[in-house]
Nanobody
Framework: QVQLKESGGGLVQAGGSLRLSCAAS????????MGWFRQAPGKEREFVAA????????YYADSVKGRFTISRDNAKNTVYLQMNSLKPEDTAVYYC????????????????WGQGTQVTVSS
């Protein structure tokens, strides 16, 4: 079992940056593909980015490609989401999630979720 805890959210002006972190418990962090998802009020949870077990492969939603970077440090059991050039439409609760083995885009395929961290981008 994996427990996840996000941090690093907050209020930022458009064009600014934030770095989200997700700390995982357990000794098998490197066995899990990790993903970041977000959910804005009244909208479904959507895929943002995902990273493979070793960090060698990353995938992004078109809406964040070129602005966000996902990375992981398996020695620290932590996955990160660096968010640059933030836009008001990036405002949402951001969740990290874990699934065994392969990356997937669908939130329903992830087994473990954090509690989320709020990101608010003002115009």
């Amino acid at each position: 079992q994996v427990q996840l805890k996000e941090s690093g959210g907050g209020l930022v002006q458009a064009g600014g940056s934030l770095r989200l972190s997700c700390a995982a418990s357990g000794r098998t962090f490197s066995s899990y593909a990790m993903g970041w998802f977000r959910q804005a009020p009244g909208k479904e949870r959507e895929f943002v980015a995902a990273i493979s077990l070793s960090g060698g492969n990353t995938y992004y939603a078109d809406s964040v490609k070129g602005r966000f970077t996902i990375s992981r440090d398996n020695a620290k059991n932590t996955v990160y989401l660096q968010m640059n050039s933030l836009k008001p439409e990036d405002t949402a609760v951001y969740y990290c999630a874990a699934r065994l083995a392969l990356i997937d885009y669908a939130p329903t395929t992830y087994n473990y979720w954090g509690q989320g961290t709020q990101v608010t981008v003002s115009s």
